[in-house]
């Protein structure tokens, strides 16, 4: 594998040479250069957090998976890694697709991956054969791959990205797959050694028929319950939900070994933004269910593909957590306060009617905190446009109160994909917004993490202010703090 890792290595660097970054990320996770798509083998392992990540190193588009990488002591700054797995046998010749990381008590990573390969390299329509395979890593920087674990069943067409965990002695893995019939289900495995993996049932279906497949699953406790989460592909929008064609979201339900998956609730959106895709979790050393996010790009490709030399990336690290209702929340980690480097507290006011005021003149990486008392309140919008250049270009976030909504809209999105997506706000009378702006991107949680949207916003040149507004009546302000946030790269020129 040595090879193939160093020429991807060496073809990355030729994109670095000419990569702008107009827009790339201060404080997200990033290829240096080329494509980036789902978060993979997320794990704590010899006192590093770990994250891979599904990565074309000859592109900007999706193509030929490797795995990339980047570890880091505390969540907050990153370090390079180099490529960690390139195609390097049969099974997984035209790409290393998504999968998970656990640690075994020996101590070493062991890695479950999709192994994939097209029937017909030049006409894909012709299909391809995904398998299970096994990696183990002493570091977590070499892998050794050990080849398929759990082969292709006879018929099934697509089968991928396990999800692995331990319950008492017994390891599980979660695994897509869509079945004879076209729909997408879950397959759940067990295994007494992590390397011999038995079927044990069909976990899950979903109910709707139209979903053919449902990507990266993964099921994780969280309190009393166990929860769910998939990226369905291919179904159709449906009123503010489902809008990105292929979407995640979760099912909140109880589960025990042996046991049938017993949903308690329908299938809700973990994130209502454009850009939120194959999320996978793993568990903190304290405890603490973690998850990454891709910022997908599967509807209209994103700005930076024609020009930039990178393509996508990672939400920040977000907490879950679940509510007495059994909502699936999710908020950036305590630790992330560590990025910022300046704080400006606007303490408590009264924005007049129809009035703006600029928080920053200019910003290429903020974090808003907004409180404000709605029952106080007589604006129709408490209005935050960020990334607003000389021209008027900006993505306008806001809290509609005829709608009792959060919105984060792209009509005056200076380049991109424009649209709006919004989510129900779950505050009652206390707006709290924190809003997580990088150079290409914007993240909106809102009522602590109740609801979450994540969207690429691309600025125009110039100056980028942050800019509160109200309309058509008045915002009571309790609390109102920006801060500027620095990069999570320990070496920012790589
Ligand atoms: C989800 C996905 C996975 C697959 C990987 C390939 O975005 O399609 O199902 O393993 O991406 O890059």
Same mark, same amino acid.
């Given at each position: 594998?040595?090879?193939?890792?160093?020429?991807?290595?060496?073809?990355?660097?030729?994109?670095?040479?000419?990569?702008?970054?107009?827009?790339?990320?201060?404080?997200?996770?990033?290829?240096?250069? /080329? %494509?980036?798509?789902?978060?993979?083998?997320?794990?704590?392992?010899?006192?590093?957090?770990?994250?891979?990540? $599904?990565?074309? &190193?000859?592109?900007?588009? %999706?193509? &030929?998976?490797?795995?990339?990488?980047?570890?880091?002591?505390?969540?907050?700054? #990153?370090?390079?890694? &180099?490529?960690?797995?390139?195609?390097?046998? @049969?099974?997984?010749?035209?790409?290393?697709?998504?999968?998970?990381?656990?640690?075994?008590?020996?101590?070493?990573?062991?890695?479950?991956?999709?192994?994939?390969? %097209?029937?017909?390299?030049? @006409?894909?329509?012709?299909?391809?054969?995904?398998?299970?395979?096994?990696?183990?890593?002493?570091?977590?920087?070499?892998? *050794?791959?050990?080849?398929?674990?759990?082969?292709?069943?006879?018929?099934?067409?697509?089968?991928?990205?396990?999800?692995?965990?331990?319950?008492?002695?017994? #390891?599980?893995?979660?695994?897509?797959? !869509?079945?004879?019939?076209?729909?997408? $289900?879950? #397959?759940?495995?067990?295994?007494? *050694?992590?390397? !011999?993996?038995?079927?044990?049932?069909?976990?899950?279906?979903?109910?709707?028929? !139209?979903?053919?497949?449902?990507?990266?699953?993964?099921?994780? &406790?969280?309190?009393?319950?166990?929860?769910?989460?998939?990226?369905?592909?291919?179904?159709?929008?449906?009123?503010?939900?489902?809008?990105?064609?292929?979407?995640?979201?979760?099912?909140?339900?109880?589960?025990?070994?042996?046991?049938?998956?017993?949903?308690?609730?329908?299938? =809700?959106?973990?994130?209502?933004?454009?850009?939120?895709?194959?999320?996978?979790?793993?568990?903190?050393?304290?405890?603490?269910?973690?998850?990454?996010?891709?910022?997908?790009?599967?509807?209209?490709?994103?700005?930076?593909?024609?020009?930039?030399?990178?393509?996508? $990336?990672?939400?920040?690290?977000?907490?879950?957590?679940?509510?007495?209702?059994?909502?699936? /929340?999710?908020?950036?980690?305590? @630790?992330?306060?560590?990025?910022?480097?300046?704080?400006?507290?606007?303490?408590?006011?009264?924005?007049?009617?129809?009035?703006?005021?600029?928080l920053?003149?200019?910003?290429?990486?903020a974090e808003i905190e907004l409180?404000?008392?709605?029952?106080?309140?007589?604006?129709?919008?408490?209005?935050l446009?960020?990334?607003?250049?000389?021209?008027?270009?900006?993505?306008?976030?806001?809290?509609?109160?005829?709608?009792?909504?959060?919105?984060?809209?792209?009509?005056?999105?200076?380049?991109? *994909?424009? /649209?709006?997506?919004?989510?129900?706000?779950?505050?009652?009378?206390?707006?709290?917004l924190?809003v997580?702006?990088?150079?290409?991107?914007?993240?909106?949680?809102?009522? *602590?993490?109740?609801?979450?949207?994540?969207?690429?916003?691309?600025? /125009? @040149?110039?100056?980028?202010?942050v800019?509160? =507004?109200?309309?058509?009546?008045?915002?009571?302000?309790?609390?109102?703090?920006v801060?500027?946030?620095?990069?999570? %790269?320990?070496?920012?020129?790589?």
């Amino acid at each position: 594998m040595k090879e193939q890792l160093d020429h991807a290595e060496r073809c990355v660097d030729a994109m670095l040479a000419a990569r702008d970054d107009r827009w790339y990320p201060a404080f997200h996770i990033a290829a240096r250069a /080329g %494509w980036l798509n789902d978060p993979n083998g997320l794990c704590y392992f010899k006192g590093r957090y770990h994250v891979y990540f $599904q990565h074309n &190193p000859f592109d900007t588009t %999706w193509g &030929p998976m490797y795995w990339g990488h980047a570890s880091s002591e505390d969540m907050v700054t #990153w370090r390079r890694e &180099p490529i960690a797995l390139a195609p390097s046998i @049969e099974a997984d010749q035209h790409g290393v697709f998504s999968g998970s990381a656990v640690v075994s008590d020996d101590g070493l990573l062991y890695v479950y991956y999709t192994g994939h390969r %097209w029937h017909d390299e030049d @006409e894909w329509s012709r299909g391809a054969t995904q398998v299970q395979c096994l990696a183990t890593s002493a570091d977590g920087v070499n892998f *050794d791959v050990h080849g398929v674990i759990i082969d292709c069943p006879e018929g099934i067409t697509e089968f991928r990205d396990p999800k692995v965990w331990r319950t008492g002695d017994t #390891w599980f893995m979660v695994v897509a797959a !869509r079945s004879l019939a076209g729909v997408g $289900q879950i #397959w759940l495995y067990t295994s007494a *050694d992590m390397v !011999r993996w038995a079927f044990d049932r069909v976990l899950f279906e979903d109910p709707d028929p !139209r979903a053919g497949m449902l990507e990266c699953p993964d099921l994780f &406790p969280l309190g009393d319950r166990w929860v769910l989460i998939y990226s369905a592909m291919s179904l159709p929008a449906d009123g503010y939900r489902t809008r990105n064609g292929h979407n995640s979201g979760y099912v909140v339900g109880t589960w025990a070994p042996g046991e049938d998956f017993v949903p308690l609730t329908g299938f =809700s959106p973990m994130d209502w933004g454009h850009q939120f895709y194959a999320p996978q979790t793993f568990e903190a050393p304290d405890g603490r269910r973690v998850v990454y996010g891709w910022m997908s790009a599967l509807s209209v490709p994103p700005a930076t593909q024609q020009a930039d030399g990178w393509c996508g $990336q990672l939400t920040v690290p977000r907490e879950l957590f679940l509510d007495a209702d059994h909502r699936l /929340g999710s908020r950036p980690i305590a @630790e992330l306060a560590g990025l910022r480097t300046e704080t400006i507290d606007f303490g408590a006011f009264e924005l007049g009617v129809n009035e703006d005021k600029v928080l920053l003149a200019d910003a290429e990486a903020a974090e808003i905190e907004l409180v404000v008392d709605l029952a106080a309140t007589t604006s129709d919008r408490v209005g935050l446009s960020v990334h607003k250049d000389p021209d008027g270009h900006a993505t306008f976030v806001c809290y509609d109160d005829l709608a009792d909504r959060v919105s984060i809209d792209r009509r005056l999105a200076a380049h991109g *994909d424009r /649209g709006y997506r919004s989510a129900p706000h779950p505050g009652g009378d206390k707006l709290t917004l924190r809003v997580l702006v990088d150079r290409g991107s914007v993240e909106v949680f809102a009522a *602590d993490g109740l609801a979450a949207l994540s969207s690429y916003s691309f600025p /125009g @040149e110039g100056p980028r202010a942050v800019e509160l =507004s109200s309309e058509s009546g008045t915002i009571k302000v309790d609390s109102l703090t920006v801060h500027r946030l620095g990069t999570i %790269w320990a070496d920012p020129d790589r």
